[in-house]
């Protein structure tokens, strides 16, 4: 099966750009997908990238895909505190069942 | 639209005991999945489902079981409570090619 691997934490100021890293085995993922997760609360979908993307950009965040190394990121730009939290990734591949999430990474942000 | 909901959003149990965690979405989606959250480990799925009367074992199945009599509905069993079962609970829906959408979390304690 797919494995997706993130690091476990970044700490950025407030203000600062801060980029979050992904890397995954399965070349053939069709979705690729950014979460975020607040204290208590379910993961809320922030974005996606299709496979056949090189880049997505909404609002404050740049998503950037690289199929050849398997590496997507995620760059929030002017980092705010309400940004603070846990950002899993995700890939979908072998039909629309098959989501498999990392191990997600917290974003700490200082003021 | 309530969307995906979850009850209960916290419980304890006794080694030995069950209980049914309770998963609704009212999107009409045709695919329904059970995850659990565990520090450092990412979401593993449980079990999942593509429609009414189907169900299949995700990654990590043993001691849950799972059935799917209406669209809406996706209750997940613990028959036989353990302390290795003690984790954040969440339910997800997606239409078919579409993003995972989670509900708040069932948070079990197994003492």
């Known amino acids: 099966g797919e494995d997706v691997e993130q690091s476990l934490f970044l700490s950025v100021r407030e203000g600062d750009s801060s980029v979050i890293n992904c890397t995954y085995t399965d070349s053939s993922s069709t979705y690729l997908y950014w979460y975020k997760q607040e204290p208590g609360a379910g993961l809320q979908l922030l974005t996606y990238i299709f496979s056949n993307m090189d880049m997505k950009q909404d609002q404050r965040l740049t998503v950037l895909l690289n199929k050849k190394d398997k590496h997507l990121s995620l760059r929030i730009a002017d980092t705010q505190t309400g940004d603070s939290a846990i950002y899993f990734c995700?890939?979908?591949?072998?039909?629309?069942?098959?989501?498999?999430f990392g191990t997600g990474t917290k974003l700490q942000v200082i003021p | 639209n309530a969307g995906v909901t979850q009850t209960p959003k916290f419980q304890v149990l006794k080694t030995g005991q069950s209980m049914t965690l309770q998963c609704a979405q009212d999107?009409?989606?045709?695919?329904m999945s059970w995850y659990r959250q565990d520090p450092g480990m990412g979401l593993r799925l449980i079990h999942y489902?593509?429609?009414?009367?189907?169900?299949d074992q995700g990654e990590v199945p043993n001691g849950y079981n799972v059935s799917r009599s209406t669209t809406e509905d996706f209750p997940l069993r613990l028959l036989s409570a353990a302390p290795s079962q003690t984790s954040v609970y969440f339910c997800?829906?997606?239409?078919?090619?579409?993003?995972?959408?989670f509900g708040s979390g069932t948070q079990l304690s197994v003492l």
């Open positions: 999107m009409n989606h045709e695919y």
């Open positions: 489902s593509v429609g009414a009367g189907i169900t």
């Open positions: 995700a890939g979908r591949s072998g039909g629309y069942q098959k989501v498999t």
């Open positions: 997800a829906s997606s239409s078919s090619g579409g993003a995972l959408f």
